[in-house]
């Protein structure tokens, strides 16, 4: 069992509709990491927290310690948001889930 | 543009060749990683230089090794790779060590025949 749970696997969604994506760990950690990933490859960190919420733009990430769980909320979501989103968790090494497939309809 | 700069974006090679991916950021980040990511599994950690100091998965084979000339420059080198090889290779990069937010690159896309 890894580490670091991701839910759902994949999603779709029509554009406009609010999106949440869940990561729950199971390890002691520093930080929690929010990354997207395009279909060319590239990621882009989205958050980085260590507790409470974090909003950039649409993109709201919340963390409960306690709960040793993270949500990653998309408001009014659009197509270009279509990727798939990572959770990663700092320990005394980096560990990966394996992502959330998400694709928005027009 | 993350400012983490990968070459080649494509690579294909048989499995006799020796070939390198390189890595480059002038971000002033004093740690950089090379991850695998192969299909429905999570980023495989391969290879991190931070402060000068390699750490490596110690179930990476020998024909993958590594080179960090500086703290802007990473390589990766190829040699008689195997087709389960075949996988998106990322580089990244944070400030401190390991701490901070997360630079990736683009990401090298190997093909091994």
């Known amino acids: 069992k890894n580490e670091v749970e991701q839910s759902p696997q994949n999603l779709t969604a029509q554009e406009g509709e609010f999106i949440t994506i869940n990561c729950s760990y199971s390890?002691?950690?520093?930080?929690l990491h929010w990354l997207q990933q395009h279909p060319g490859g590239g990621i882009v960190s989205l958050f980085m927290?260590?507790?409470g919420k974090k909003k950039h733009g649409r993109l709201i990430a919340t963390i409960n310690i306690q709960e040793k769980h993270s949500s990653l909320h998309i408001t009014a979501s659009h197509p270009r948001d279509s990727a798939v989103y990572i959770c990663?968790?700092?320990?005394?090494?980096?560990?990966f889930g394996t992502g959330t497939r998400l694709q928005v309809f027009p | 543009e993350t400012g983490v700069t990968q070459t080649p974006r494509h690579l294909v090679m048989g499995m006799t060749n020796k070939k390198s991916l390189k890595c480059e950021q002038h971000l002033g980040h004093n740690a950089m990683y090379w991850y695998k990511q192969s299909a429905k599994k999570p980023l495989e950690l391969m290879f991190v230089?931070?402060?000068?100091?390699?750490?490596e998965n110690n179930s990476v084979p020998s024909r993958f090794s590594p080179e960090c000339p500086n703290s802007s420059h990473l390589f990766l080198h190829l040699h008689t790779l195997q087709p389960e090889d075949s996988a998106l290779y990322l580089c990244a990069s944070r400030l401190g060590g390991y701490t901070g937010e997360l630079f990736f690159g683009e990401g090298s896309r190997l093909t091994v025949l």
């Open positions: 230089y931070s402060l000068e100091e390699r750490v």
């Open positions: 927290l260590s507790s």
């Open positions: 990663a968790v700092d320990t005394d090494k980096l560990i």
């Open positions: 390890v002691g950690i520093s930080a």
